[in-house]
């Protein structure tokens, strides 16, 4: 009789990592704007013997035998992340965001290339081609940014470089930009240069998803995205197109960057899928940004100076200069007060990236929990309390001790303790 030992029994030092980070999970008020909580249906999808299963090619047309349940597992992530958001076609393989994007390159463009996207320090992505990433290293890329006054996009700028520049691609969508963004805008000049749109909806799908963000379906050539974040699946990229567009991103996804797609994340993102195509997901996205909107005013109303003046979607970024404090000594308290974000560079930031002067934070995690904008005051509270008692250790185990309690009643999601 064979032995099959859980966890616990196999590998009690592991074991005992992943309890204690369930346990900081359920503790903390999550505030990154990248994580969530995904469902308990969704975390069984991602954790089951899919992951045993390899299927390498697309669905009808694999590789290897053993494809009867898989197959139509594909066929459900996509059909239903098609409905989800209205296009014509759905890549459920990329492994994540930043595989998604390199394949949107590779589809339609040459190393040396000409392309476009928002500058890192204004909030834009690493592979929408800045510097330090493969996207800057092989393709020709220029940068816009926003403006100094109100840290807005000028798309009259916009404009301007990408007639000049020429891309083959124009990124939109960011990691640290606070206000919606302008499709349609972006697709005029994109059609006026002949470029690709691709609108990268990663941090705001769960949004568009739920009708509390304009959608870029009709307006972008292709839409990355990822499949957690606001979206509340597993970790994971997809990318959604029309039909005609199809083949060059289905080829470029594989062969042409992966091998076989990780069956349990697909199967993970159809249940996700499934779960945001409802009417409580909507109210949960509106509940989203209407939290982020009561946080800022909460928080401007203590001093503290958001980059844009506030917020449209689901994130804040607040420049904390004027609090005598760096974002990486704040977001270092802020921990030990048990409120979970990252430190950030802010638009002009005179600091460096590993210490700015600035911290990025959201509403998508701590929404999941239930809270509402009522409570958007004493999350204000809290986080101010911390900032200003930078330092001060028993102050900021005090701020985490109120804030564990209260969390109490809050209950999250694919967590039982």
């Known amino acids: 009789m064979s032995f099959d030992p859980s966890l616990e029994q196999s590998d009690p030092e592991m074991s005992a990592l992943i309890r204690g980070e369930t346990q900081r999970q359920f503790d903390k008020l999550r505030m990154i704007p990248s994580e969530n909580y995904a469902s308990r249906a969704v975390q069984e999808a991602m954790g089951s013997p899919l992951n045993n299963k390899y299927s390498e090619g697309y669905p009808r047309k694999r590789y290897y035998e053993g494809q009867q349940f898989v197959d139509p597992i594909e066929e459900m992530a996509q059909e239903r992340i098609k409905s989800l958001f209205g296009v014509e076609h759905a890549n459920v393989q990329p492994y994540s965001g930043s595989p998604a994007n390199l394949a949107v390159l590779f589809a339609f463009c040459k190393p040396g290339d000409p392309i476009m996207g928002l500058g890192l320090p204004a909030g834009g992505h690493l592979t929408h081609g800045w510097s330090v990433s493969i996207t800057g290293a092989y393709f020709n890329a220029r940068a816009y940014g926003v403006r100094r006054d109100d840290h807005r996009i000028d798309m009259d700028e916009v404009a301007k470089i990408a007639e000049e520049h020429k891309p083959k691609v124009i990124f939109c969508g960011g990691t640290a930009y606070p206000r919606t963004w302008d499709f349609a805008a972006f697709s005029a000049i994109a059609k006026n240069v ?114 844009s003046g506030g917020t449209d979607n689901h994130l804040l970024l607040i420049d904390l200069t004027n609090k005598n404090v760096t974002g990486k000594r704040a977001a270092k308290a802020l921990d030990l007060a048990g409120i979970e974000l990252n430190y950030n560079s802010v638009p002009f930031d005179p600091r460096k990236p590993f210490d700015p002067s600035g911290v990025r934070l959201g509403t998508p995690a701590i929404t999941s929990r239930g809270l509402r904008p009522e409570h958007m005051g004493k999350v204000a509270e809290w986080f101010d309390e911390a900032v200003k008692n930078e330092g001060n250790e028993a102050k900021l185990a005090a701020v985490a001790s109120d804030v564990k309690a209260f969390l109490r009643d809050y209950p999250a999601p694919g967590i039982a303790l």
Request: glycine share 12%; hydrophobic share 45%; no cysteine.
């Open 194 to 307: 002949g470029a690709i749109l691709v609108a990268d909806i990663a941090h705001i799908s769960g949004l568009v998803a739920g009708g509390a963000h304009p959608s870029p379906v009709g307006h972008a050539d292709v839409i990355s995205s990822t499949t957690h974040k606001t979206l509340r699946g597993p970790r994971g990229g997809m990318i959604m197109t029309r039909k005609e567009l199809a083949p060059a991103i289905d080829k470029a996804v594989f062969p042409g960057l992966q091998g076989g797609p990780h069956v349990s994340q697909m199967a993970a993102l159809a249940v996700a899928a499934k779960e945001a195509n409802t009417e409580s997901f909507k109210e949960y996205a509106a509940r989203v940004v209407g939290n982020a909107k009561a946080l800022a005013t909460a928080l401007t109303d203590r001093g503290y100076a958001l980059v």
